[in-house]
Every structure is written in C-alpha cells, then in structure tokens.
C-alpha cells in the first residue's frame, strides 16, 4: 500500500484551519506517521501565511480554491524557509498532493501548482532579497496591528527581535521534577540513552533540559517514572512567586496541563493540601495524565470553572495560582495560529473574564494568604494595567511583586506574574 503523501495530509491540515478555525495541535493531534515533518510543515505555514501570500501574489492572478491554496503554500514554504528539503522533492510531491486528492479538476490543478513552484524555484534568490526590503509585519509574518502595538512599547528594534523570535520552530524542554530524580542523574540518564540535550540557560543546576528535535518524549528515560514534565521554564516564574510550602493548603485553579501542578507539588515536598481545578473535559484527562505520570497521588483533581469561583463554598486556601486565559502573544513561537486571532475586541473580552476570575477565586484565599495571577501574553492591557486597576478596587489585597518575561531577552516563553497579598 503507498504511503500517504505527508504534503497531502499537511494541506488537508491547513485547508481545515483556514475554512473552520481549527486549533491545529488538535488536528495534528491523530497524525501518526512522519509527524515530526507535517507539523513542521503546518506550523511553517501557519506561521508564515502573511508572507507567503506576499510571495504567491506575484505568480497567482487570482485566489484559488482553499485546498489548492494550502498546497502551494506549503510547496513554497519548503522552497523558501526549509533548507533540509530537496527543492525537487517539495515540488514534485505538491504536485502529487494535488493529485491524491481526487480533486474534480486535478490535471488542471496539478499544473497551475507545478508552475507556479518552479516559478518560485527559478526566482527564489529574488524573492527572498525583495523580502528582506518589506515591512516587518510582511517580512516576519505578523498582523499589522500587533507590530504596530509592540513597535510603540517596545521600540523597533526589540519588536523586530521579538517576531523573528516568534518564527523559529519551539524546541521541547523538560523540567526535571527533583524530588524524583537529580538534575545530574537526569543528565546522565539522557546521556547512556544516546540523547544529546542540554540544560537550558535560563537555570541553573540544569533543572530545565532542551531535548534535540526529533527525540519523541515517550522514549525519554523517565518518562514513566515521572522524572519530568515537558515545561518552558518561563511557566516557573509564577510557581516561584507563590512559593508553596510543605504543610499549605494550595490551589491551582486553571491546572491543565498539569507541569506548574506538578512543580506546586514538588515544592510542597508531598505535603499539605493541593487542588488541582480545570473546566474542560478533555483538559481534564491532560491533568489527570500528568498527575498520575508524575506520582503525586495527594494532588486532588476538580472540576470546575474559575470565573464562577470555586465549587466548594466557603473553602479558603493558603496559596491560589491563576494562569488565566489570554492572547497568548507571549507564545506565538509554540502557538503559531494564536497571532492571527489577535484583535483588540478580543483582548477586552478576555480583560473581562480575565477580572472575573481574579475577583471570584480571591474569595478563596485566607486572610493573609496570596495569590498569584499569571498570563503568557505581553499586552499591558491583560498584566499591569489589570493588575493595577483591580487591587485599586480590591484594597484588601495589596501587589508584592511582579515579573514579566520578554522572550529575547529571557530564551524563553513570554510571561508575566503578579504576587497578591491579602491583608491579616
């Protein structure tokens, strides 16, 4: 039996997105066979989609139909951005996607895609320098607002580093979880195994690791053990600032998937309270996942939804953590479709619910307790400025202290966390 053509099956993906708004980790999700390799081809377009529709322009006189679309940008994508791709093999086997699709017209189709990739083939040194002179929202692939936005509170020059940041493919890096195994053993144990990670920059003692592309996280040492979580180490800033303690009541109120749970759990040393709370079914069983890989069998799991406030009524806890819903613009390097939801409407909805759960779990927390409110976006809107607004209109809690991660700068995710104190 042929293989199936992994242009096809990342055309079909992208086809799937552009005509429904499908999250694409879900859609890659059932993807088995040459995974690596279709999500990189799917997250590249998504990722470059502004810039490659700058590039087709020139050769395409009119929009063709979206799945058609989806191939030759992905045939481009691989012609432009992909050094480890033989240019002949991205052509002629998007033009055999077009072909295993049964499409209505696929003589007609196929060649339209073959001309125009080998247009692109034959003109690419051009293309690629004409690139380079455009504005940055084309260059790197960013809605123009967005740009805009950060070139006003940044400046250019860090905007600019900050989407070139944003389109180069995410590695994996694991937190070693320390109560199980030491960062020296982890290392060692990666090293028999023949994995060439490295401890990432951002800590110290090597408890963050950057695995090499390519190594599935199943087959790491440990795995089953609950030696790690996967975890960028921007999601330590917030656990960090709660500080939770052995013998605590903790809640994490917006849990899944579980790595900040874990790392709670880790610095309680197995002791006290930890209630881990999420709404979503399937993020549930995420949660349940990790819990249960990683051992720690005091961890209570909940379901429930944090801007209505915690199911039990009249339950107080030593410590909440917040990492509440937000534009991801923090992460658009792991989230690469989240850019293209950006919008000003957006950020005041999310404002909203963002306020409605800081306000309803706050209700939770015992009087000289804390709480640490936490997003992975880089929008003042949803950090400081909600932060601020809201402890003016709730004096009972006061700010401790705030971090906020630029990814550049930090190598790592985009983040921000602010510590509350309630008063005695």
Known sequence: MRKPNSRYVAAQIITQWMEKGDFPDRLLADVEQDR??????????????LTLEYILQKFVN???????LAVMQVGVYQLCFMDNVEEFAAINESVGAVKDSRHKDALRASGMVNAVLRNVQEEKEAILKNLARQPDEIRTSHPEQLVHRWQKQYGERDTRQLCEWDNVPPETILRVETARISPADFMKALEEAKIDAKPHPFKCLATFVT????VPVPKVPGYNEGWFT????ATSA????????????VLDACAAPG???SMIAGMMEGEGELVAMDVHDDRLDTLRDTVKRTGWDFIEIVKGD????FPASGKLFDAVLLDVPCTNTGVLRRR???RWRFARDRIEMLKKTQWKILTEMSKCVKPGGRIVYSTCSLEPEENEELVGRWTRKHPEFRLVKAKRLFPPKSGTDGAYAALLRRKK
């Open 336 to 338: 690469a479709d989240a």
């Open 211 to 214: 695995l090499p592309r390519g």
């Open 36 to 49: 690596a390799f279709i999500t990189e081809l799917v997250y590249g377009v998504v990722r470059r989609k």
């Open 259 to 261: 790595g900040k749970t």
């Open 62 to 68: 009119r929009r063709p139909e979206d799945f058609i």
């Open 306 to 309: 944090a801007a209505k406030g």
């Open 230 to 233: 996967v975890q960028d180490p």
């Open 238 to 249: 917030s656990v960090e600032l709660l500080d939770p303690m052995p013998g605590e009541s």
